[in-house]
């Protein structure tokens, strides 16, 4: 097996035992940026030297932390000192922040090497960066963490930071065809994190594997790698349609029924649920929220200096939420808190919710695709995992993602690995 597709796991288990070096893990992982980063083009900035000096050093110690010797890609709305951070926007060509953010200084105290900095649109929003999604180059990777989802499907880093304030964590990853976790809101410090939306924005990670997003909540948070079980030993599952589901391409549809008849006939307790007429509304709710907190984030990069460097797309956004009074930005938070009260009583009986994660395959390069099936788990704050399962028509990855109860991460994570087993399971 070549050492850059251990997955995050297998990766600090090698380490640990002494079998695999740091500097040989990080420089495999150079080896096939150097094959193949010509036509996916996931990375903005790398600095092979500082990487391979940072391994070195994680040698000569004694592994401590949970990410000892581990490659990962910061997304480049995520402040780092030693590389610029641009933001994916013109305006900040060349940036050097004064300070890591606080994810960077953490993973870096749990033993991680910094491999570089990963693609991202502007400020993460809807311009479509150079990235190409691996599995067909004139496909898109998604957004806004295009060169994060792409670089761990094309086995460039075992994980990467990603964000999401739409559906930027859990779209890349499943048009990629790899795990998105996005935690519940406010689990990850933000510090160092270019700001969106102080409603929405929340930190994440794309990996090859769930198992290895306890690796990464272990480095973060300092809690347990191996938790114990919490989910229940038949876990129960809510299958939901979404208000959306006629946006869902037949393939999507078909791979949803067909996911829940497999899972129930393997001991899952699974039921279709439905939500309440009102949640038909969330996603214009997120979208009002999102585009004023977009434009009162954004009011040095809407300057007259700065304008004309910004993409149509991002002005289009700022400009939409100027046009969003305070009254109705004030109803509008109203009616997030109520649909939360909604959720969080239709979700009781259930260990996790199964819905869709993308409308089908990758769309081509030109747009980052359609975040419909997202947005309203970002505006609730709910913990999201999208797993890949399946393929469309065009051989293209497709995704399923499960949510669950606000800060029920682990017995969410725990449920989505049990599903990733069995459907592994039966495709072996």
Request: aromatic fraction near 8%; hydrophobic fraction near 40%.
């Amino acid at each position: 097996m070549k050492l850059n597709t251990l997955s995050l796991s297998e990766a600090v288990d090698a380490i640990n035992a002494r079998k695999v070096t740091s500097v040989e893990l990080v420089q495999a992982c150079f080896e096939r940026i150097e094959e193949r980063d010509s036509d996916i083009k996931a990375w903005t900035r790398i600095d092979r030297k500082a990487a391979l000096a940072e391994a070195r050093s994680r040698d000569r110690e004694a592994p401590t932390g949970p990410l000892h010797g581990i490659p990962i890609g910061v997304k480049d709305i995520i402040d780092t000192v030693h590389l610029p951070t641009e933001y994916g926007s013109q305006i900040y060509r060349g940036y050097r922040p004064g300070r890591e953010a606080a994810c960077v200084e953490l993973v870096r105290r749990a033993g991680a090497v910094i491999l570089g900095k990963t693609v991202t649109t502007e400020f993460a929003l809807y311009r479509p960066g150079p990235t190409a999604n691996p599995h067909g180059f004139d496909r898109t990777p998604g957004g806004s963490s295009s060169g994060s989802a792409a670089a761990v499907a094309d086995f460039q880093v075992p994980v990467a930071f990603g964000t999401q304030t739409s559906g930027s964590i859990i779209r890349p990853a499943a048009f990629c065809g790899v795990v998105g976790y996005k935690p519940s809101f406010g689990t990850l410090s933000l510090d160092g994190i270019k700001p969106l939306s102080q409603t929405l924005d929340t930190l994440g990670f794309i990996t090859r594997k769930v198992r290895d997003q306890f690796v990464m909540r272990s480095a973060l948070l300092g809690v347990e790698r191996n938790p114990a079980l919490f989910a229940t030993a038949k876990p129960r599952l809510g299958f939901l349609r979404t208000p959306f589901w006629e946006a869902a391409s037949p393939d999507t549809r078909r791979l949803l029924e067909e996911t829940a008849r497999t899972l129930a006939g393997s001991g899952f307790a699974v039921e279709e649920v439905t939500c309440p007429a009102s949640f038909g509304d969330l996603n214009d709710l997120h979208a009002k929220v999102m585009a004023f907190e977009t434009a009162r984030n954004c009011v040095s990069e809407y300057s007259e200096s700065n304008r004309p460097l910004l993409d149509e797309k991002s002005r289009q956004v700022i400009e939409a939420g100027w046009a969003v009074s305070a009254d109705e930005y004030q109803t509008c938070r109203m009616g997030v808190g109520a649909a939360r009260l909604q959720f969080a009583e239709l979700v009781r009986d259930f260990d996790a919710i199964m819905t869709p994660a993308i409308v089908g395959e990758a769309p081509p390069k030109d747009t980052t695709g359609d975040p419909v099936f997202c947005r309203i788990w970002s505006l609730l704050g709910v913990p999201a995992v999208t797993l890949p399962v399946g393929r469309g028509p065009h051989g293209l990855p497709l995704g399923i993602q499960f949510v669950a109860r606000y800060d029920d991460d682990l017995r969410l994570l725990q449920v989505c690995e049990a599903v990733e087993k069995q459907l592994e399971g039966g495709r072996s």
